[in-house]
């Protein structure tokens, strides 16, 4: 089965940026997906296809994918972006849906 | 504005079965598919099946085949999951999410969450 591996946590200050690698066997060849998850909530979406924001998701949100390697990106980053964040893509080869091991971030 | 409202908390002994209810509004209802993940607790995010709330066909994780059973109620836009042969290991936080509105593949909404305890 189609594996994802993340990082286990991201430490990052106050304005800077953090940046949440998601490794896969040629994971750009598929669309990646990422969802921010707070203590006691659902996850939320934060972008799609790659690169695309849902409305509501700032713009310092961003996301890239190419070989082996899916990275978003969270700029100017604040107090609030503390999180756990998961990618996600669909194998088309199993017709499954396939997580992320998951990042902490912790805004120093 | 879409919702997906879920049903409430359950505790069940080894064995038995539990059935999570999902149920939409502020949307059409068979116009999306319905994704099961799960969260044991402390863990990540465990993807366990997917139904096209159209025509109910269903695609199960391969470890849940044969345990669980993912249903649609068209007339009432209400999704639910049943899981048989609880054991401690199945604890976690249940959650329904629909393929989301720029393709299928992502989950764009997603339930509040139910949590089963399984415990003897």
């Known amino acids: ?108 | 504005q879409v919702q997906l409202v879920q049903s409430g908390a359950e505790v069940k002994k080894p064995g038995a079965s539990v059935k999570v209810s999902c149920k939409a509004s502020g949307y059409s209802f068979t116009s999306y598919g319905i994704s099961w993940v799960r969260q044991a607790p402390g863990q990540g995010l465990e993807w366990m099946g997917w139904i096209s709330a159209s025509i109910g066909n269903t695609n199960y994780a391969q470890k849940l085949q044969g345990r669980v059973t993912m249903t649609t109620d068209t007339s009432t836009g209400t999704a639910y999951m049943e899981l048989r042969s609880l054991r401690s290991d199945d604890t976690a936080v249940y959650y329904c999410a629909r393929d989301g509105s720029t393709g299928p593949e992502s989950f764009d909404y997603w339930g509040q969450g139910t949590l089963v305890t399984v415990s003897s």
């Open chain 1, 1 to 108: 089965s189609y594996v994802l591996t993340q990082p286990p946590s991201v430490s990052v200050a106050p304005g800077k940026t953090a940046r949440i690698t998601c490794g896969g066997n040629n994971i750009g060849s598929k669309s990646v997906h990422w969802y921010q998850q707070k203590p006691g909530q659902a996850p939320v979406l934060v972008i799609y296809y790659d690169s695309d924001r849902p409305s509501g998701i700032p713009e310092r949100f961003s996301g890239s994918n190419s070989g082996n390697t899916a990275t978003l990106t969270i700029s100017r980053v604040e107090a609030g972006d503390e999180a756990d964040y998961y990618c996600q893509v669909w194998d088309s080869s199993s017709d499954l849906y396939v997580f992320g091991t998951g990042t902490k971030v912790t805004v120093l």
